[in-house]
Nanobody
Framework: QVQLVESGGGLVQPGGSLRLSCAGAGHSVSDEIMTWHRQAPGKAREWVATLFPGGATFYTDSVKGRFTVSRDEAKNTMYLEMNSLKPEDTAVYYC???????WGQGTQVTVSS
C-alpha cells in the first residue's frame, strides 16, 4: 500500500521553529516532485512548497525566507523546516507525491502564545 506518513507537528510559540517529516511507506519519495500544502480552519487547502528531483525548491510568498524543504534519500523522507513561525501559519500540513497525487494524513501545527 502506497502511503505518506507525516510527523513533527505540535504547539509552538510565535517566533519558534518546527520540522515536519513526510516518509514514504511502500514507495519512494526520491526522484519525485514532492509538495507541501496546508489547510487553516475554515479555509481552502493551499500550496506551500515544492521540491524537484534535482533539488530546486519553490515557496509561496508568505513562507519565503522562513521555511525550507529538503529530502533525505537514505531515509526516504522529505522535510519542511519552519522557522520564525507566526500565528497565521497555524494549519494542518499535508505532503503530496505529485505524480500519483498521494496525500499524507496531515499533521497539526499550532502557533500560539
Amino acid at each position: 500500500q502506497v502511503q505518506l506518513v507525516e510527523s513533527g507537528g505540535g504547539l509552538v510559540q510565535p517566533g519558534g521553529s518546527l520540522r515536519l517529516s513526510c516518509a514514504g511507506a511502500g514507495h519512494s519519495v526520491s526522484d519525485e516532485i514532492m509538495t507541501w500544502h496546508r489547510q487553516a480552519p475554515g479555509k481552502a487547502r493551499e500550496w506551500v512548497a515544492t521540491l524537484f528531483p534535482g533539488g530546486a525548491t519553490f515557496y509561496t510568498d508568505s513562507v519565503k525566507g522562513r521555511f525550507t524543504v529538503s529530502r533525505d534519500e537514505a531515509k526516504n523522507t522529505m522535510y519542511l523546516e519552519m522557522n520564525s513561525l507566526k500565528p497565521e501559519d497555524t494549519a494542518v500540513y499535508y505532503c503530496q507525491k505529485h505524480r500519483t497525487k498521494t496525500w499524507g494524513q496531515g499533521t497539526q501545527v499550532t502557533v500560539s502564545s
